[in-house]
């Protein structure tokens, strides 16, 4: 059996109503539209470096692995990982996404929310949330479905803007802390708090007001 996610409520708001949902989708799909106005083909070369370097995780760890990026966005996050034997971006608004380009991607898309993963139990060794996590719908379930479908001794990457008031299409309230919501179905192998407008500059955190947490977990084995 799963272990028992502790019940404590860290987020402010932990379920988005129907009509924020609406809402939040809208300025989401309006967003990426700019940006493929702006851009042209919505490029994706930043992406690895969120995987590797950023971890300190070699390119040969994802070797042979499932990998599942919860809130993928258009760009094709994982279109670095050919080495690895899946790579899966899970997003609710991948059938407007195709209308932006994803479909000349290699990587495979999955249309579902992350509060409901259509993949089986223990399937991905490697699950990450890269600047997703408090875009959901609903962070508690998206916590329990992360665990549900992450192999045991296989791993999550999150980064994620935390400390910030609710937003649109960030709704959340996530605490400095909030890598203790996963424990004790996950060890926190690394956890590290950067101020600035992204993790990628790793500023310092001064302790006041939003800043980006970045943490690799490692799912415990199952009894």
């Known amino acids: 059996m799963h272990h028992q996610l502790r019940s404590s409520l860290i987020c402010i708001v932990n379920a988005v109503p129907l009509l924020g949902r609406t809402l939040k989708h809208s300025r989401e799909l309006k967003f990426w539209r ?11 070369a930043h992406y690895e470096y969120y995987y590797t370097t950023h971890f300190g995780i070699d390119r040969e760890f994802y070797r042979g692995k499932r990998i599942l990026d919860i809130g993928c966005g258009p760009r ?3 279109e ?3 080495m690895a034997a899946e790579r899966v971006g899970l997003d609710p608004l991948i059938p407007a996404y195709r209308k932006l380009g994803i479909d000349r991607h290699r990587m495979s898309y999955c249309a579902a929310p992350s509060e409901h993963i259509p993949y089986p139990d223990s399937y991905f060794d490697v699950v990450t949330s890269i600047n997703s996590l408090d875009h959901v719908d609903n962070v508690k379930r998206t916590i329990q479905e992360i665990t549900r479908v992450t192999k045991p001794q296989g791993i999550f990457l999150v980064v994620v803007e935390v400390n910030h008031g609710a937003r649109v299409c960030e709704p959340h309230h996530l605490s400095l802390d909030f890598t203790t919501e996963f424990v004790p179905a ?3 192998t690394q956890s590290a708090l950067f101020g600035g ?3 990628r500059s ?4 001064l302790g006041v007001g939003p800043g980006w947490l970045c943490a690799l977990l490692k799912k415990e084995s199952e009894a």
Do not use: Q
């Open 80 to 82: 670095w990982a050919d």
């Open 76 to 78: 094709g996050s994982l």
């Open 186 to 188: 996950f060890s926190v």
């Open 197 to 199: 407008d992204t993790s």
């Open 202 to 205: 790793k500023t310092p955190y």
């Open 34 to 44: 700019s940006r493929k106005e702006a851009e042209g083909d919505l490029g994706n």
